[in-house]
């Protein structure tokens, strides 16, 4: 297994890219306020996260925009913008001059909270990109403040492709959309999706700017949004073994979080097939015979993945 920590270790790989995470899991990059407590005059900290996991509250003096520390505390609630449940399905067509076409669709769970206003995909800002476009919903890259470790595959920055509805329509509970459409000279792995209910959180203006920058970490997108894995432009060509060691740990990654299950056809003979090819260095072709075995949306848009990145 030396080999595959060896790579993992120089792969901007989806394992520095946030997993799936429920809203609960994961340290508070803010203090907590449990339920039925209550903030204390005079405290400097003014952003908590709770009482609920769905819930921020903000409580400042409300002379604090002015410069009056003291005084009566303004106490509310916002709601957080990750309430939605979605799933994000992939398909990947292969074109004569070398490129790659990604069609995306995004689905609202129908027992999701919210609908969806924002979703973006991460990836490698400078050259993942070719074209995206979209019948309705406008893509924009937004770099991001991460930069690649040394010895990735790409020394860009991280972005997210972000898509929104320029008259702010949202997918719906129980609703999808898709045709959304990447053309990247990259080939698949895994990635990250994130999706939010609204493009801010609902605040008061004239907020005080104290109070925006303990806010502030509750803008990272894996706070801000909720995550999905999806496949999405990932590889130069020529990096097949670094290929094989994201899907090992990344269908790895889906088994423990209960998105895919060990006992199916194709991940237990994924696996193997996989680590057989990373244990021979690469030395060998490796066997891509239990592709079609894929059950379900997501095994499929993995399938498909590996037959591009992996032959």
């Known amino acids: 297994m030396r ?13 520095n890219i946030p997993a799936q995470q429920p809203a609960a899991v994961g340290l508070s990059p803010i203090p907590t306020l449990a339920s039925g407590s209550t903030v204390p005059d005079g405290s400097p900290q003014f952003v908590f996260l709770g009482p609920s ?8 003096p409300a ?8 005084g009566a505390l303004s106490t509310f609630q916002i709601e957080r913008l990750n309430q939605v449940a979605h ?3 992939t398909q990947v067509t292969a074109n004569s001059d070398g490129t790659y076409d990604y069609t995306y669709i995004v689905q609202t769970d129908g027992q ?32 991001l403040d991460a930069t690649a470790p040394p010895g990735a595959l790409s020394m860009s920055p991280v972005a997210l492709l972000a898509w929104r509805d320029p008259s702010r329509a949202s997918i719906a509970p129980g609703q999808s959309l898709g ?8 080939l698949p792995g895994f990635t990250t999706v994130y999706a939010r209910s609204d493009e801010d959180y609902s605040l008061p203006a004239g907020l005080p700017a104290a109070v925006k920058k303990q806010l502030a970490p509750m803008y990272a997108p894996e706070w801000l949004n909720n995550e999905r894995i999806a496949i999405g432009p990932r590889y130069p060509k020529g990096w097949k073994l670094a290929a094989a060691v994201d899907f090992y740990h990344g269908l790895n990654r ?11 056809k194709f991940v237990s003979s994924a696996l193997p097939a996989l680590n057989a090819f990373l244990q021979a260095e690469g030395a060998a072709s490796m066997l891509l015979d239990f592709v079609p075995q894929a059950s379900g949306p997501l095994e499929t848009s993995i399938g498909q993945a590996m037959l591009l990145s992996l032959q």
């Open 254 to 264: 889906l088994v423990s979080e209960g998105t895919l299950s060990a006992s199916s």
């Open 87 to 89: 799933s994000v399905t």
């Open 53 to 60: 996991i769905r819930q921020v509250t903000l409580s400042y």
């Open 112 to 143: 999701s909270p919210k609908g969806i206003k924002v979703w973006s995909i991460a990836l490698h800002a400078t050259d993942a990109v070719i074209q995206a476009n979209h019948a309705t919903w406008n893509g924009v890259l937004e770099p």
């Open 3 to 15: 080999l595959i920590a060896l790579i993992s270790a120089a792969v901007f790989s989806a394992s």
């Open 179 to 186: 045709a959304f459409h990447i053309r990247s000279s990259y």
């Open 63 to 70: 002379g604090l925009a002015g410069g009056n520390p003291s």
